[in-house]
Every structure is written in C-alpha cells, then in structure tokens.
C-alpha cells in the first residue's frame, strides 16, 4: 500500500515540478541554503524531485520492484504497524543518507541535488537481506546478479564513483542510503543476519 502511495506522490510532484520552478527550488536538496535559512524540510522533500523523465521512471521501478517485498515482510512480521515502521523507514532514509553530503557541501552554493536514489537504496539493501538468492537485473548484464552478490559490487562502485566520478550523481547518498538499509533491516528483523548467512553459505 505504501509503496504505491509513495510513487504516486512522488511521480506527481516530480512531473509537477519539471514545469514549475518555484516549487523545484522550494523543494531542491541545497546544502549551503538550508545552512543559511533552516529549511530543513529539504531533508525530505528532494526525495520528490527528479532531473527529468529518466531518472523519475528509473528510481520509481526500482522502488516498486523492490518495495513491494520489503513492505510486505515487515506486514507480515508485525501485523498492526509493519506497513507504519516500512513508511517510517523509507521517509527516515532520506535525510540519512544525505546527511554526510550535507555536511561535505554546506560551504558550496552550487551544489544541489534531487531524486530518491538514497531512500531507493535503502530499500533496495533490505532486500537483499530479506531475499538474498533473489535476482537483480542490471543492463547491459544479459542475466540476473544474485542479490548477495550485487550488494557488495554496488557498495563498492559506489565507493569509486564517489571518490573519482564528476556527473553529479549522488553517489554517496546511494552508499549511505545503503549502509542504513542495513542496519535499520537488521534491527527491525532479529535474526535476519543468520537468516541471510544461512541462504547465502
């Protein structure tokens, strides 16, 4: 229920905001502007933004794909509010997996970011957890990586890419999106490390 509640919204006001730009900026992840001015809701409200039409689709299939999974054990699991703590998780993930960019580029007045790529990976790497023999499609790949095994490669480009890479692309956002994932998924499922380990060796 959730996750389709999130793609709506998000995809409505993305598409609402490629045409307004008062609302894109009001909305724009900026460091150095919610360092001067206290608007913190940006924290958040990135999260339902996108550079265009690509990134909106990519990030909303990637969520759906992988949402409906991690939404439906944490249901399964506490029956009266698993679906409240998944809603919890997703929203909390936004500004953690922003914060460490936050702080690298508060004294930059160009940097600015949009997309729910980090919340994504957060989502994404609780599902590798919960299902770690599923597969993952990545193209050009002809076949699906095994989850356990995307898992670390992704943590690993993301690495690199934050480190070497100059597209704008928020690539430490998706690692620390991903770090979250995983520690919020191993607090809110004892045993899920044993469970994991077990299917994976």
């Avoid at 389709?4 to 150095?32: G, V």
């Avoid at 265009?52 to 029956?79: K, R």
């Avoid at 957890?129 to 993952?136: A, D, K, R, T, Y």
Wanted: aromatic share 20%; hydrophobic share 50%; glycine share 6%.
């Amino acid at each position: 229920m959730f996750t389709l509640i999130i793609i709506a919204i998000t995809a409505i006001t993305s598409i609402k905001a490629f045409s307004d730009q008062e609302l894109y900026s009001k909305f724009i992840f900026a460091p150095n502007y919610m360092s001067r001015t206290n608007e913190w809701h940006r924290f958040f409200t990135y999260g339902l933004l996108h550079g265009d039409w690509g990134h909106l689709i990519f990030n909303m299939f990637a969520f759906y794909s992988f949402g409906q999974l991690v939404e439906n054990t944490f249901a399964e699991l506490y029956p009266m509010t698993g679906k409240w703590i998944y809603l919890a998780f997703y929203i909390s993930a936004l500004p953690l997996s922003s914060l460490v960019d936050y702080f690298q580029h508060k004294n930059n007045t160009r940097y600015m970011a949009v997309g729910a790529s980090g919340a994504v990976s957060a989502v994404i790497f609780a599902s590798i957890l919960i299902h770690p023999q599923g597969g993952i499609m990545i193209f050009p790949v002809p076949f699906a990586i095994p989850a356990y095994i995307f898992g670390p490669l992704y943590l690993a480009f993301c690495v690199y890419m934050a480190k070497n890479a100059n597209d704008n692309i928020g690539h430490v956002a998706h690692f620390y999106g991903a770090v979250y994932g995983l520690i919020f998924t191993i607090i809110a499922i004892p045993g899920i490390l044993q469970y994991f380990f077990e299917q994976v060796f």
